[in-house]
Antibody, heavy 125, light 111 residues
Framework: QVQLQESGPGLVKPSETLSLTCAVS?????????WGWIRQPPGKGLEWIGS???????YYNPSLKSRVTISVDTSKNQFSLKLSSVTAADTAVYYC??????????????????WGQGTMVTVSS | QSVLTQPPSVSAAPGQKVTISCSGS????????VSWYQQLPGTAPKLLIY???KRPSGIPDRFSGSKSGTSATLGITGLQTGDEADYYC????????????FGTGTKVTVL
């Protein structure tokens, strides 16, 4: 079955860059779907960060766009997140997830159907 | 700040029914498909409903979704203790750019 696994440092200093990777198994990233990042600060709700297609096409949350870069490595079947100039407000559990993206009669569609288990990232000196 | 508004909490006794509302606008719910996610304590979210009212394989028919105009609703019938969780709606927003938005989240408590 399709599985996603996040990895990366659990502690990042303020003003530095947060870097995470999501390894995909059981499915080839190049076969389709978009691949996204979502985060959840402690005790708070979900926030979409951005998504990427295997071609490199990206969509970003407008509120984070200036600090976010999402990239894909099809040879390793993984995709990555970089978030620059982090502050304590970026402390959160970071999830990677898969979703389709398209247009149908009822509008745009694309639910996050498979999620990684999440990884906690704390921003602190 | 989320653009999709949900009630902070709902509760009911085992076996009863609860409904969770998700209110948005024409740029999101009004013109795109809605999804619902269940997040059990300490776990990753799980897709419950997609394309307004479709259930992924393995999701019981106790869970249902509907959409009308700029609002969506998740219904849970035959409430079980295992349904205690946070529930989030989500959809794409296509106002100035294309981005995904989640609802504020609703805590379901089984009394």
């Amino acid at each position: 079955q399709v599985q996603l696994q996040e990895s990366g440092p659990g502690l990042v200093k303020p003003s530095e860059t947060l870097s995470l990777t999501c390894a995909v198994s059981g499915y080839s990233i190049s076969s389709g779907y978009y691949w996204g990042w979502i985060r959840q600060p402690p005790g708070k709700g979900l926030e979409w960060i951005g998504s990427i297609y295997h071609s490199g096409s990206t969509y970003y949350n407008p509120s984070l766009k200036s600090r976010v870069t999402i990239s894909v490595d099809t040879s390793k079947n993984q995709f990555s997140l970089k978030l620059s100039s982090v502050t304590a407000a970026d402390t959160a559990v970071y999830y990677c997830a898969r979703h389709p993206l398209g247009i149908a009669a009822g509008g745009g569609y694309g639910a996050f159907d498979i999620w990684g288990q999440g990884t906690m990232v704390t921003v602190s000196s | 700040q989320s653009v999709l508004t949900q009630p902070p909490s709902v509760s009911a006794a085992p076996g009863q029914k609860v409904t969770i509302s998700c209110s948005g606008s024409s740029s999101n719910i009004g013109n795109n498909y809605v999804s619902w996610y269940q997040q059990l304590p300490g776990t990753a979210p799980k897709l419950l409903i997609y394309d307004n009212n479709k259930r992924p394989s393995g999701i019981p028919d106790r869970f249902s979704g509907s959409k009308s105009g700029t609002s969506a609703t998740l219904g849970i019938t035959g409430l079980q203790t295992g349904d205690e969780a946070d529930y989030y709606c989500g959809t794409w927003d296509s106002s100035l750019s294309v981005f995904y938005v989640f609802g504020t989240g609703t805590k379901v408590t089984v009394l």
